[in-house]
């Protein structure tokens, strides 16, 4: 059989009912009350146990020991008051002394107080002269405040006032002087040669002439001597081109010399009574335009070089030609001056002839119109023969070209100069102020422990250690030297 189930019944005690305490707990443990030294609880933080408070001492003995504290032993009413009617009972004595209206009623007290022998209009009297001591003022003190009461005065002179004029400013306090950090340490620059220098750019179609006519420029001022040109010469015979001596005076690479092209501009300088000039030679071919572009962005007057042969003129010229962009880049470089030259004028297919020139010139003066040049005041046009020389430095001969002389004489294609030495020396370039602010057109940029930037002076004076400007960033950087060339 299957076994009885045994049923337990869960009885609730009532809340009175005593339990046993849990194991671990204090059976004889009081209740639970708030301390009130206890501080108060901030969250996160730590706070020691307050020290237990001292109990607080009687009122009674609270107020005598004030009473007593506050007596002065030195004062007639208290010894009046303490030694003949208390008796010498301090106790009595403070109430006493602590209740005035109580004191009235002894005769002894209120003659002392009518003698003027204590109490507290005595003591109102002796705070009354302590305060006149302290107000009068030691002779020492008086000639300080005499100096601070005329420095009020004249501050209340300085103040503005619309009945009164107004009085005159005190000068002001005298600027610190700049320390030698904030200073700008420039370099004294070195005096220069007072000739004003020019950027010459040779410009014009491929086989113009450009080199030779520079490398001539050279020669005839004695920049380069007659062995160097000796050994060109033979140089130039070796590769069949005869004519290309004077070009390899500009032009120094095996290349360049090879094709008989100029692919980087080609540096050089000379020297006249009037100027100094650097010549920059820029190649003619159409593939090398960006370097053409980089010598005339620093050129002050432009040398159109135009090939008076037939065939070479029409072929530049026209279309796809290089004569008219480069001379369209001149004026947007900023070219001041455009002297056209019109070479080879010595060629069998020209022979000085006035009426190749005057060909040349009247398909010139349109189109140069045309790209921004004021021709009577910035286009010269002169014809010239870059290998021979003629009108170069010496005036052609009258016996081979008869008409020049009286050309430029009437003043005819807005020269009146012979040769394009004397023309050059005749420019007067305008709005160069040293004293104008700085401005640098950035032209090239290299990398060399940190990016050199260079330029060309348009207006203003630096030397070494003036602060510039770089725009559009507003960088501010440091001038780190002044070339002149290759001269520092």
């Known amino acids: 059989p299957a076994p009885a189930t045994r049923h337990t019944r869960h009885t609730h005690q009532p809340n009175n009912t005593v339990r046993d305490p849990p194991k671990g707990m204090n059976p004889n443990a009081g209740e639970w009350k708030p301390s009130a030294a206890a501080a108060e609880w901030t969250p996160g933080g730590f706070s020691a146990p307050a020290a237990p408070a001292a109990p607080a001492p009687p009122a009674a003995v609270q107020q005598e020991s004030s009473a007593a504290g506050d007596v002065d032993e030195s004062d007639p009413l208290w010894q009046l008051v303490l030694n003949k009617i208390c008796g010498g009972d301090r106790d009595r004595a403070s109430k006493l002394i602590a209740n005035p209206d109580s004191l009235e009623s002894y005769p002894e007290v209120v003659e002392l107080l009518a003698s003027g022998g204590g109490g507290d209009d005595a003591a109102m009297d002796d705070w009354e002269k302590d305060d006149e001591a302290g107000d009068a003022t030691p002779p020492a003190a008086k000639p300080q405040e005499a100096a601070d009461e005329d420095l009020a005065d004249k501050v209340d002179a300085m103040k503005i006032d619309g009945e009164k004029p107004a009085a005159a400013a005190a000068p002001a306090p005298a600027a610190p002087a700049p320390s030698k950090k904030d200073e700008e340490m420039e370099v004294d620059a070195k005096e220069g040669d007072p000739r004003e220098h020019l950027n010459l750019v040779f410009i014009g179609h491929v086989d113009a002439g450009k080199s030779t006519l520079s490398g001539n420029i050279l020669y005839l001022t004695d920049n380069v001597d007659k062995r160097t040109i000796e050994k060109y010469e033979r140089e130039a015979k070796e590769l069949n081109r005869e004519s290309w001596f004077l070009a390899f005076i500009m032009d120094t690479n095996e290349e360049e010399r090879a094709k008989g092209k100029t692919v980087e501009v080609g540096r050089a300088r000379f020297e006249t009574e009037a100027h100094r000039y650097s010549i920059l030679d820029a190649p003619g071919h159409k593939n090398y335009v960006p370097n053409m572009i980089m010598g005339a962005s620093q050129a002050d007057v432009g040398v159109l070089v135009i090939s008076a042969r037939k065939g070479e003129f029409e072929s530049g010229f026209d279309k796809g ?46 189109f140069l119109k045309g790209c921004g040049f004021k021709i009577k005041r910035e286009v010269k046009f002169m014809p010239i023969s870059g290998l021979t020389g003629a009108n170069v430095k010496d005036e052609v001969s009258p016996g081979v070209c008869g008409w020049w002389r009286k050309c430029h004489e009437s003043g ?77």
């Open 321 to 366: 030609g290089q004569t008219r962009e480069h001379a369209l880049l001149a004026k947007t470089l900023g070219v001041a001056y455009l002297i056209v030259v019109i070479n080879k004028m010595d060629e069998p297919t020209v022979k000085w002839s006035k009426e190749r020139f005057d060909e040349c010139v009247g398909k010139l003066r349109p």
């Open 412 to 488: 005819e294609n807005n020269t009146g100069k012979p040769t394009l030495m004397s023309l050059l020396d005749s420019l007067k370039l305008t709005g160069r102020d040293a004293a104008a602010p700085v401005r640098i057109p950035v032209l090239d940029r290299y990398t060399d422990r940190g990016t050199i930037a260079m330029g060309k002076v348009e207006s203003g004076t630096i030397r070494p250690g003036t602060k510039v400007v770089m725009m559009p960033t507003r960088q501010k950087f440091k001038i780190d030297g002044v070339w002149n060339e290759e001269t520092p």
